[in-house]
């Protein structure tokens, strides 16, 4: 099983975009969203737990950011809209069997390979 981030961009600021993590395999699993940017630690940005689907995000993203889950398409989104330039990073998603505690620390077992996002004018 592997996890494989799509829809990532280039968009201006203000704008939305639409990330797509395909996870199959990893129905019992918690996914995360996390970002990382060249020099810095990856970020946890959203999660939802596979316990009872709650989610949990990063205070920078509350309010622009929502985290879903699509078991049916064994697909997780994480949908960004009011998009800054601060959100620039290579955006990652991680699938582990924790449930509920430290859902956006990147110590996750399972990653996929990133999807590029910039936001610039």
């Known amino acids: 099983a592997e996890l494989v981030e799509s829809g990532g961009g280039s968009v201006q600021p203000g704008g939305s975009l639409r990330l797509a993590c395909r996870a199959p395999g990893f129905v019992d699993f918690s996914i995360a969203w996390f970002r990382q940017v060249p020099g810095k630690v990856r970020e946890g940005v959203a999660a939802i737990s596979v316990a009872d689907g709650s989610t949990e995000y990063a205070n920078s993203v509350k309010g622009r950011f929502t985290i879903s889950r699509d078991n049916a398409k064994s697909t997780v989104y994480l949908e960004m809209t009011n998009l800054k330039s601060e959100d620039s990073a290579v955006y990652f998603c991680?699938?582990?069997?924790?449930?509920?505690?430290?859902?956006?620390?990147?110590?996750?077992?399972?990653w996929g390979q990133g999807t590029q996002v910039t936001v610039s004018s």
């Open positions: 991680g699938a582990d069997l924790r449930r509920r505690s430290f859902l956006l620390t990147p110590t996750y077992r399972f």
